[in-house]
């Protein structure tokens, strides 16, 4: 278990905690922090619990690197990323590694969750946001799964939280890209999933198994027009580089439910800033 934080004393805690809660026990929790100059780090430390271990950079790495030094720092088989502003529910690693446990030929690369959106206030604003599973987990093919996700527009998988893969896979493909952070930031998870599903199928879970936190501050409310292009070009990158059965109508389906989706999630975070009560 890994969280990559920076400065995030208002909730870290509690995303620790929504951790050390789950009802599967055979886990660490890797916490790298990226030269915090609030309280983080020291909220950390008054924790007393041995599964917890906490390792400092002496200077800020940048997110991209940051979470790659949590997956190299972390020492099970497998890994899940969690924002040090999310939280998991009780059951999200014994169902997640249970995918991985039953996997005997390894082909499962990726498993991951529908989640809930909460607020600053940790009040759920949506209820399974992701994947539409019906309550029953679903399974597809590596290729499949890029396929929905680009006619779609979007990444369906979600943030890190909603995902547990295997760390030697992760380490293999040279994990989170600089690169791409460099070129399309909204990207970058996205990107990890896709070359991780070149390896096998992907399972989704059949309910929501953690939170993402959002708050009315969010880039996402100015920052429309790059969270669509971003969308946009990565979507083509994927039919250039033939990782998915994708041809002109998938990209040009992709591009305009981008766009949609990315003045959608506007509203939703107005909406957040107009009504923080509601």
Sequence with gaps: MCIAVRNCETYIAAAIESV???????????????????GTVGIVQ???????????????????????RSIEEARGRYVKVLGADDILYPDCLAEQAAVFDADRDRSVALVCCPRDIIDSHGRVRMRSRGWRTGGRPR???????????ARAGRNLIGEPLTT?????????????????YASLPVCIDWDLWCRLLEKGDLVVNG??????????????????????????????????????????????????????DAWLRRVFYTYLKVRPSA
């Design 46 to 68: 008054a924790i007393r619990d041995d599964r917890v271990r906490l390792v400092e950079n002496p200077v800020n790495l940048g997110l991209c690197h940051n979470w790659n």
């Design 207 to 260: 309910g929501a198994l953690g939170a993402f936190r959002v708050n009315a501050g969010s880039e996402s409310l100015t920052r429309v027009a790059q969270f669509a292009e971003n969308d946009r070009r990565f979507i083509a990158s994927l039919y250039h580089k033939g990782l998915a059965d994708i041809g002109a109508v998938d990209i040009a389906l992709g591009s305009v439910r981008a766009w949609r």
């Design 164 to 180: 547990m893969f295997r760390r030697e896979d992760a380490l293999g493909i040279g994990g989170f890209d600089p690169a791409v």
């Design 20 to 38: 050390l809660g789950q009802r599967y026990d055979d886990f660490e929790v890797v916490i790298v922090d990226n030269a915090s100059t609030d």
């Design 139 to 149: 399974r597809m093919t590596g290729r499949e799964a890029m396929k929905q996700m």
